[in-house]
């Protein structure tokens, strides 16, 4: 099954509306596709209309919703898989997630004034449009004010872990995010663990911790992650009962990992998609 569970449209921080990703994805093969926007379900109508606006569609769409999270003091990403976006719950988490970015905004545009860099919440607002405001917008936004030379060297100095910009405290702890997405009729799939940089016995307490509160799923493939690290991430995932996702996190062309470019699940994991596939 060439199934991808994580990927960006420009409702979020992805650089293709909705309608040139699912384009996209079958030009690619891609059989399973569900579109994980941060905090956001706006960009999945306009890719269910097209979709069902063709004879014979090309792959199955599910909804999925990237949500900002906090467990432990760090920023971890729940990925909710097959949601009703129409479900109050997940309204509601949406509509505090609005609020939230354009508050986290505001605060982030302080400490880069502070720091020489003045206007950028209101450049990073205008670059994002109705899209839900991240941190890649004021990357984009440095950039464009010539502040850095890279997208990349605005997360290393300025955005990144530990950096001014890497503002978490407006984030619900995890188990409520989960709760959120449970609510809605989705599956709960803890996001690229490797990219949260912990220790292995920090990364043993977060995936039991996930699965304890009601997880159901783990990215064990996810983007450029090595087979290494994936086959790590998979026996995590199978000593706590879970089900296996996997993801490229597409949020562009290149240097993004392509939508559907992804290695195979480890030996021995239960595919999370079983249930959506007939
Ligand atoms: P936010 O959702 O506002 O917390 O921003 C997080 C997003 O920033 C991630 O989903 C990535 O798309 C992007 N990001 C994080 N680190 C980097 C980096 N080093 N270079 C480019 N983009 C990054
Ligand atoms: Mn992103
Ligand atoms: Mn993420
Ligand atoms: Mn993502």
Same mark, same amino acid.
């Given at each position: 099954m060439r199934a991808d569970l994580h990927c960006h449209t420009? =409702? #979020?921080?992805?650089? &293709?509306d909705p309608i040139a990703l699912c384009d996209r994805a079958a030009q690619r093969g891609v059989e399973l596709l569900a579109i994980t926007d941060h905090d956001t379900v706006a960009g999945v109508q306009a890719a269910r209309d097209y979709m069902r606006s063709q &004879?014979?569609?090309a792959f199955q769409l599910l909804v999925g919703i990237e949500y900002s999270s906090v467990w432990a003091h760090i920023g971890v990403h729940i990925v909710g898989l097959?949601?009703?976006? #129409?479900?109050t719950a997940t309204i509601e988490a949406c509509r505090f997630y609005g609020k939230a970015r354009r508050e986290r905004a505001e605060m982030i545009g302080t400490r880069l004034t502070k720091l020489g860099m003045p206007g950028a919440t209101e450049g990073a607002l205008a670059l994002a449009g109705s899209a839900q405001i991240g941190r890649p917008h004021f990357a984009r936004y440095l950039l464009a004010q010539g502040h850095v030379r890279s997208e990349d060297e605005a997360f290393t100095r300025y955005?990144?872990?530990?950096?001014?910009? /890497?503002?978490? =405290?407006l984030w619900p702890p995890m188990d409520e995010v989960v709760s959120w997405i449970r609510a809605a009729g989705g599956v709960p799939v803890l996001a690229?663990?490797?990219?949260?940089?912990?220790t292995g016995a920090r990364l043993r307490r977060l995936v039991a911790e996930f699965a304890a509160c009601g997880g159901q799923a783990?990215? +064990? +493939? +996810? %983007?450029?992650?090595?087979a290494d690290e994936s086959r790590f991430v998979g026996q995590l995932c199978q000593q706590n009962g879970l089900a296996a996702s996997q993801g490229? /996190?597409?949020? %562009?062309? #290149?240097p993004w990992c392509e939508l559907g470019d992804i290695h195979a699940l480890p030996a021995g994991s239960t595919p999370v998609w079983q249930r959506w596939v007939s």
């Open positions: 420009n =409702a #979020s921080d992805g650089l &293709l &004879l014979l569609p097959g949601i009703d976006d #129409s479900h955005l990144g872990a530990g950096k001014p910009g /890497d503002i978490k =405290a690229h663990p490797i990219k949260y940089r912990q783990v990215e +064990v +493939v +996810v %983007g450029r992650q090595v490229s /996190d597409f949020h %562009g062309p #290149s």
